[in-house]
Nanobody, 121 residues
Framework: QVQLVESGGGLVQAGGSLRLSCAAS????????MGWYRQAQGKERDLVAH???????NYADSVKGRFTISRDNAKNTVYLQMNSLKPEDTAVYYC???????????????WGQGTQVTVSS
């Protein structure tokens, strides 16, 4: 009984910026890791970035220096600031959250439904 609501996707010119948001709600005791994955047409889903509850971050080599992941723990929300966008960034971006259920306190992995990011040349 957890929902991940993604927003912020859209169409942007190369060199532009977008900010993705993912808000988690429902039967959550606490959230551990939050991250973003992406899947381009005809490609497999790959990790873009993730951030731990303590604020440690990891990035895919292809986005280092351009993307920034952050989180607002009070709002159970993770963000992905995407700058200097390239056509190769075009993909469906999926939010992923690892959390502990408030129902049984088991660790659960949840996925958002995805938001389309299209970068034109």
């Amino acid at each position: 009984q957890v929902q991940l609501v993604e927003s912020g996707g859209g169409l942007v010119q190369a060199g532009g910026s977008l900010r993705l948001s993912c808000a988690a709600s429902g039967s959550i005791s606490s959230i551990n890791v939050m991250g973003w994955y992406r899947q381009a047409q005809g490609k497999e889903r790959d990790l873009v970035a993730h951030i731990t509850s303590g604020g440690s971050t990891n990035y895919a080599d292809s986005v280092k220096g351009r993307f920034t992941i952050s989180r607002d723990n009070a709002k159970n929300t993770v963000y992905l600031q995407m700058n200097s966008l390239k056509p190769e960034d075009t993909a469906v971006y999926y939010c992923n959250v690892g959390y502990y259920s408030s129902i049984n306190y088991m660790r659960v992995n949840a996925w958002g439904q995805g938001t389309q990011v299209t970068v034109s040349s």
